[in-house]
């Protein structure tokens, strides 16, 4: 792969649904970037720390996004290699390679819990993750956590829950869109009770790039809308545009059950994001897009 003599950002996970869809926008933006860990993308494996310092001094970012993902089914082994050990790697690379530049390590939702009924969760909230994967992310935020505290430019961008053309059945609204395409009648939905903050992936880009070029940045951000909806609503979306119906199958509430998660954006749009697509196109736009091949980043 021909690199630029010196790129503007690294987006790690250049395959996967957000980092294709980080690129895609900072290449409208005319953004100088480069992709790794993908097919045509620059190879790079953040558990070889020797191999990463090699790639940080070639490339020379002065944003670099480590948006790379797990595959469906991953065991909380892998998850904890790909999400902790390779963000723990790469911040240490970063260091050791004398780079002066910023680290966008992506959170997850997962790693809050249940926000409060009345609002959504905020970056100073205490985690307490209900899952392998939110407690894994969770350590993933502290590392970067410690290493801003030793003075690296690190930010946590806390992503909830996306939609929108490129996602692969592995996330609920591409799940429901292949039942729907493989001729389901209805559309049986579990947990339909359970509420989530959707935001489109394009618009997820455009927050991180916000988030990237911010000149002070706050060590944790939501990328989020602060609207919940219930999942029932996402799939009624779904069926109407398919053509079909849906029976929604509530599900008990629970502390122990991640049943209500929304975040709250003021952090995001204090640095003047807002999100431009709305819900219903973000749906519109992935049925027509008809599913995705992307495999994990």
């Not at 191999?51 to 904890?80: C, F, T, W, Y």
């Not at 819990?113 to 905020?122: A, H, I, K, L, Y």
């Not at 559309?187 to 988030?211: G, P």
């Not at 599900?251 to 749009?269: C, M, N, Q, T, Y």
Request: proline share 8%; glycine share 10%; hydrophobic share 40%.
């Amino acid at each position: 792969m021909t690199l630029p003599p010196v790129s503007s950002w690294l987006v790690i996970g250049a395959n996967g649904f957000l980092g294709s869809a980080l690129l895609a926008q900072l290449a409208a933006a005319g953004v100088p970037a480069v992709g790794a860990r993908g097919p045509g993308a620059l190879p790079l494996d953040l558990l070889d720390r020797p191999a990463l310092k090699r790639v940080l001094r070639q490339v020379r970012p002065r944003r670099i996004v480590n948006a790379a993902g797990h595959p469906p089914g991953a065991s909380d082994e892998e998850m904890r290699r790909i999400h902790l050990e390779g963000s723990r790697n790469l911040l240490a690379a970063q260091e050791e390679s004398g780079l002066a530049c910023r680290t966008i390590l992506l959170g997850s939702a997962a790693e809050y819990g249940n926000s409060p009924e009345n609002v959504g969760s905020g970056e100073d909230d205490p985690p307490h993750p209900l899952s392998a994967y939110g407690r894994i992310k969770a350590r993933q935020s502290e590392a970067g956590l410690d290493a801003r505290s030793r003075g690296a430019d690190v930010v946590i961008a806390r992503v909830f829950n996306t939609t929108g053309p490129g996602q692969g059945k592995h996330l609920l609204a591409g799940a429901l869109l292949d039942r729907l395409a493989r001729g389901e009648r209805p559309l049986r939905v579990e947990q339909s009770n359970f509420v989530r903050d959707w935001l489109d992936i394009r618009d997820t880009a455009r927050a991180l790039v916000r988030i990237g070029e911010a000149v002070a940045t706050p060590a944790v951000v939501n990328v989020c809308t602060g609207e919940g909806r219930p999942v029932e609503e996402l799939a009624r979306a779904l069926a109407k545009l398919a053509g079909g119906r849906v029976e929604p199958m509530p599900a008990a509430i629970s502390a122990e059950v991640l049943w209500r998660s929304v975040g709250r954006p003021d952090r995001l749009w204090s640095l003047g994001w807002r999100p431009e697509v709305p819900f219903e196109r973000s749906l519109r736009d992935q049925w027509l897009a008809g599913g995705s091949t992307r495999r994990p980043a």
